[in-house]
T-cell receptor, first 108, second 117 residues
């Protein structure tokens, strides 16, 4: 099965925009792309989901190019409380695969 | 509305002992998932249920792991006998949708942390 690939870690400062990219070369035609946030000692929490182009909600935006082989989670104006691990989830050939996760550290 | 409830939150056992984890999904969610998460890694799917039926258990080590979802609601994951390498967090999740194509939105419990000595 194809793996999803994300940067292992990223650093940012409060108030900045953060973009995290996930590669998923073998995504299936009908699969959706979903991003989750996880704090220590908690289960992952849904952030946003999309199929193509751009999706925006109250906390993030998701950009998906036409070939759908990657996606970018955009967090506007991050705060200290956004420090967490962010996972990219795609349904590949019927299986659900989490990415390695990106550990985002937001500094004051 | 209550979220996904798991118990116990923590469990410490000696190797070769049995252990069981329980999950109560969100009311009305017909799809239930068990994931395993090792430290510093993403969750890995063990088994997925659609109502009472295990529709994907290909990643479940069936020699020592078993799961059931009686009446299509609560679920139990069992390990017997436990090995040192089973130390991890076991996460349960549920969702309204499922199927092979659309993951839908998964709601996770807080997890059960297992330590095997």
């Amino acid at each position: 099965l194809a793996k999803t690939t994300q940067p292992i870690s990223m650093d940012s400062y409060e108030g900045q925009e953060v973009n995290i990219t996930c590669s998923h070369n073998n995504i299936a035609t009908n699969d959706y792309i979903t991003w989750y946030q996880q704090f220590p000692s908690q289960g992952p929490r849904f952030i946003i989901q999309g199929y193509k182009t751009k999706v925006t909600n109250e906390v993030a935006s998701l950009f998906i190019p036409a070939d759908r082989k990657s996606s970018t989670l955009s967090l506007p104006r991050v705060s200290l409380s956004d420090t967490a691990v962010y996972y990219c989830l795609v349904g590949v050939r019927g299986k659900l695969i989490f990415g390695q996760g990106t550990e985002l550290s937001v500094k004051p | 509305e209550a979220g996904v409830v798991q118990s116990p939150r923590y469990k410490i056992i000696e190797k070769k002992q049995p252990v069981a984890f329980w999950c109560n999904p969100i009311s009305g969610h017909n799809t239930l998932y068990w994931y395993l998460q090792n430290l510093g890694q993403g969750p890995e799917l063990l088994i997925r249920y659609e109502n009472e039926e295990a529709v994907d258990d290909s990643q479940l080590p069936k020699d020592r792991f078993s799961a059931e979802r009686l009446k299509g609601v609560d679920s139990t994951l069992k390990i017997q006998p436990a090995e040192l390498g089973d130390s991890a967090v076991y996460l349960c999740a549920s969702s309204l949708g499922g199927g092979a194509a659309n993951t839908g939105e998964l709601f996770f419990g807080e997890g059960s942390r297992l330590t095997v000595l």
